[in-house]
């Protein structure tokens, strides 16, 4: 027969068992000693009673590093800010990176509940709500940014803020970017074949573009990396957008008060001068 484990000389009784008898008395004598260890166990209970849980809200961006908004380890103003608006709202963000389109898609699809940071197009209200809706509402975007033309050093290719002139051949752009409708309006062959901005570089480099468009971060890193001694930044911006936090169609129907309050506190958070502190030093250390 197998030892008991059981410790000699203590019996013991099931918590119920002993909860109860606590209560009763059964185990304390005397009066102040029963009311304490019924204080004590029901503050032991209380302890053990699951702690309050913040809500969350399940939010895509591009797996790519954006400096100095963003970066794929959750990193950057873009990320700052979301995590001062949710300990300001008591929510929890748990952030997904993945291919940009395929986070458009899983907004469509009601998978996450929001996607950042996406610039303002017709089509992608299709896609989620944006602040303020049809006319989105600039005071509750995350960011503002810029797109910029890039040429081979000793292109003649120029954009004067109204039109292109000597370009020869596509100005290529990064896939699913809202840029594209904007070179589109300007009458120029685009090419929609490349998913980084370090590509679009290497395509130009090879002469397989006229030029490339990309956003301000991304040209800044350019310029600062080992293809700059080949590359001209033209100073002129193509366009320049607010970026948002848009929510889905689902969490907009099932809860507008929330989507308001997160856009709302957005807003603050970033016109906070905690906020604007980090947005210098970083946004001065990337440019």
Request: proline share 5%; net charge positive.
């Amino acid at each position: 027969m197998a030892p008991s484990s059981r410790r000699p000389g203590i019996r013991t009784h099931p918590p119920e068992v002993t909860l109860r008898a606590a209560l009763d008395g059964d185990t304390v004598n005397h009066a102040g000693g029963r009311r304490g260890c019924a204080l004590l166990l029901l503050l032991l209970l209380g302890a053990a009673l699951p702690a309050h849980a913040s809500r969350t809200i399940t939010l895509c961006f591009e797996r790519q590093d954006v400096p100095p908004w963003r970066s794929v380890a959750a990193s950057g103003l873009n990320f700052e800010l979301l995590n001062a608006v949710a300990q300001k709202l008591d929510l929890h963000f748990d952030y997904q990176s993945m291919p940009w389109k395929r986070c458009l898609a899983q907004l469509q699809e009601n998978a996450v509940d929001g996607a950042f940071a996406v610039s303002f197009k017709a089509d992608r209200m299709a896609l989620g709500v944006y602040p303020g809706g049809a006319e989105p509402d600039a005071s509750k975007r995350m960011h503002v940014d810029r797109y910029v033309l890039l040429r081979r050093k000793g292109s003649r290719v120029d954009w004067d803020g109204k039109q292109f002139r000597d370009l020869e051949g596509a100005v290529g752009f990064q896939l699913g970017y809202s840029v594209g409708d904007f070179l589109r309006a300007q009458h120029v062959v685009v090419d929609e074949g490349s998913g980084r901005a370090t590509e679009l570089a290497q395509k130009l480099l090879a002469g397989r573009l006229g030029a490339a468009a990309v956003g301000g971060s991304d040209g800044a890193t350019l310029m600062a990396g080992p293809l700059a001694g080949q590359l001209e930044m033209l100073p002129t911006a193509l366009v320049e957008k607010p970026y948002y936090l848009i929510v889905s169609h689902a969490l907009a129907g099932a809860d507008a008060a929330l989507a308001a309050r997160i856009w709302q506190a957005i807003e603050q958070v970033r016109e906070g001068a905690a906020y604007k502190k980090q947005e210098r030093q970083l946004a001065g250390a990337h440019h």
